[in-house]
T-cell receptor, first 110, second 114 residues
């Protein structure tokens, strides 16, 4: 079992829809949780990060962590075609390298 | 300022050849990471430097892979006797010690071994 599991999709939604992306993790020692966005043939870029259970909101994006169930979510409101990308969840502890999920490929159709 | 720079962006080589991939991190970032990403997969950790030394090389798949960072800035990932299974995008990232999860990635070096 990988430490961070993520459904690779692909996921296709109409413009304006609410998107829910999810990951689970197995290592209870993980302290911080990140979402990266990766456009085709580009490097991942940091989108959101959280260091505790609960919600964190940034514009149309909300990151949610539930440490009791080891569940990480990213919600995108009013999705736009420019949101079409692969979304990678990741988890880490201390200075150890981040562990990434497989990524979920999202397409937002105009 | 400049982001993480990786060269070459694309490299096609033949099985058995030697390859070097270069990463120039963001100035002042002491931590540097190499990840490998295969098609349809997330980045997989290879090696992590803090300054000049390799703090964790547990992700290197075998002894054909080696990386250096002699002056604590630019890093080179070296692959000997390349195999077709080494074909992937090699991603470099850097960060500051105070924010270890906030990685700044380069655009990657796409390696194809024929």
């Amino acid at each position: 079992q990988k430490e961070v599991e993520q459904d690779p999709g692909p996921l296709s939604v109409p413009e304006g829809a609410i998107v829910s992306l999810n990951c689970t993790y197995s290592n209870s020692a993980f302290q911080y949780f990140m979402w990266y966005r990766q456009y085709s043939r580009k490097g991942p870029e940091l989108l959101m990060y959280t260091y505790s259970s609960g919600n964190k909101e940034d514009g149309r994006f909300t990151a949610q962590v539930d440490k009791s169930s080891k569940y990480i979510s990213l919600f995108i409101r009013d999705s736009q075609p420019s949101d079409s990308a692969t979304y990678l969840c990741a988890a880490g502890q201390g200075n150890t390298p981040l562990v990434f999920g497989k990524g979920t490929r999202l397409s937002v159709i105009a | 300022g400049a982001g993480v720079s990786q060269t070459p962006s694309n490299k096609v080589t033949e099985k058995g050849k030697y390859v070097e991939l270069r990463c120039d991190p963001i100035s002042g970032h002491t931590a540097l990471y190499w990840y490998r990403q295969s098609l349809g997969q997330g980045p997989e950790f290879l090696i992590y430097f803090q300054g000049t030394g390799a703090a964790d090389d547990s992700g290197l798949p075998n002894d054909r892979f080696f990386a250096v960072r002699p002056e604590g800035s630019v890093s080179t990932l070296k692959i000997q006797r390349t195999e077709r299974g080494d074909s992937a995008v090699y991603l470099c990232a850097s960060s500051t010690p105070s924010n270890p999860g906030e990685l700044f990635f380069g655009e990657g070096s796409r390696l194809t071994v024929l």
